[in-house]
């Protein structure tokens, strides 16, 4: 399976930025997309960005122009760069992978995922 360890958040100002990482260790080759998920107390839990292992990228509309997700094979990382934040990005964020040939359809969907991280808070004032 795929271990998954989210770090990086934590309080900014409405406007600032932040970068979040994930690093993946476990059967990682086998990993065919990364997500990034966010939760508010009250909310279920959206996809606001994801990635294919063709590199191919989908962002939710709430945050186009604004967050950008990366990856550096090297470490076995990926990281959300999110730009202009704002109140209701507000949320704990969550990383996802997933080993379904299929999962590059629904970058955003909580069903294309086999595994999380724990999640890591951001709070945007």
């Known amino acids: 399976h795929v271990q998954l360890v989210e770090s990086g958040g934590g309080s900014v100002q409405a406007g600032g930025s932040l970068r979040l990482s994930c690093v993946a260790s476990?059967?990682?080759?086998?990993?065919?997309?990364m997500g990034w998920f966010r939760q508010a107390p009250g909310k279920e839990r959206e996809g606001v960005a994801g990635?294919?292992?063709?590199?191919?990228?989908v962002y939710a509309d709430s945050v186009k122009g604004r967050f950008t997700i990366s990856q550096d094979n090297a470490s076995n990382t990926v990281y959300p760069q999110m730009n202009s934040l704002k109140p209701e990005d507000t949320a704990t964020y969550y990383c996802?992978?997933?080993?379904?040939?299929?999962?590059?359809?629904?970058?955003?969907?909580?069903?294309?995922?086999?595994?999380w991280g724990q999640g890591t808070q951001v709070t945007v004032s």
């Open positions: 996802a992978a997933s080993v379904r040939s299929w999962c590059d359809l629904t970058l955003l969907g909580k069903s294309a995922y086999n595994f």
């Open positions: 476990g059967h990682t080759v086998s990993t065919y997309c």
């Open positions: 990635v294919d292992s063709d590199g191919i990228t």
